[in-house]
T-cell receptor, first 114, second 113 residues
Framework: SQTIHQWPATLVQPVGSPLSLECTVEGTSNPNLYWYRQAAGRGLQLLFYSVGIGQISSEVPQNLSASRPQDRQFILSSKKLLLSDSGFYLC?????????????FGNGTRLTVT | AQSVTQLGSHVSVSEGALVLLRCNYSSSVPPYLFWYVQYPNQGLQLLLKYTTGATLVKGINGFEAEFKKSETSFHLTKPSAHMSDAAEYFCAVSDTGRRALTFGSGTRLQVQP
């Protein structure tokens, strides 16, 4: 089965500082990869998804970006964080392009921008 | 576009009572539907999924859900709540266009002793 590793678990960053969150996947090859954000009291918002190395689709305009340098590595970045970037960031993967494939989630990174 | 509505952001039940968490979906194509559970400061764990076939789906931890096309619903139930069921529950529908899942806003389940 798939295992998703995310780090760090928690992060406190000042406004205007850069961000790099990393996610790696074990137990599958050529997965679809996702970054979701969960704000307090709200559902999960899809930020980015990737169906292959170097292929990134962005869902919402924002100051975040994503990259996929390797098959099972997905990175979320920002050059300058905003207060509104605070939230719980979840990396997920699925093993097929079919709609019936469930997502497997990492344990998330709680980001607080101060 | 697909969407999911979860009725009730908070549900409180007594230990041993029936759990019913409501989910309605909107989809222009036959949907694939999922329920996930999230414990504090953790990722989401799959409870169950409906793809095709039997409309009553059994999942982990004694949960089940029934797909009702006529009502566009996929409600989650458990006959007898346990203290360990206290968590947040998310309903999701597949979004084949984006190859992702669209999630509802979640329902926080409290279980009272």
């Amino acid at each position: 089965s798939q295992t998703i590793h995310q780090w760090p678990a928690t992060l406190v960053q000042p406004v205007g500082s850069p961000l790099s969150l990393e996610c790696t996947v074990e137990g599958t090859s050529n997965p679809n990869l996702y970054w979701y954000r969960q704000a307090a009291g709200r559902g999960l918002q899809l930020l980015f998804y990737s169906v292959g190395i170097g292929q990134i689709s962005s869902e919402v305009p924002q100051n975040l970006s994503a990259s996929r340098p390797q098959d099972r590595q997905f990175i979320l970045s920002s050059k300058k964080l905003l207060l509104s970037d605070s939230g719980f960031y979840l990396c997920a993967s699925s093993s097929s392009t079919g709609g019936n494939s469930p997502l497997h989630f990492g344990n998330g990174t709680r980001l607080t921008v101060t | 576009a697909q969407s999911v509505t979860q009725l009730g952001s908070h549900v409180s039940v007594s230990e041993g009572a029936l759990v019913l968490l409501r989910c309605n979906y909107s989809s222009s194509v036959p949907p694939y539907l999922f329920w996930y559970v999230q414990y504090p400061n953790q990722g989401l764990q799959l409870l169950l999924k409906y793809t095709t076939g039997a409309t009553l789906v059994k999942g982990i931890n004694g949960f089940e859900a029934e797909f009702k096309k006529s009502e566009t619903s996929f409600h989650l139930t458990k006959p007898s709540a346990h203290m360990s069921d206290a968590a947040e529950y998310f309903c999701a529908v597949s979004d084949t266009g984006r190859r992702a899942l669209t999630f509802g806003s979640g329902t926080r389940l409290q279980v009272q002793p």
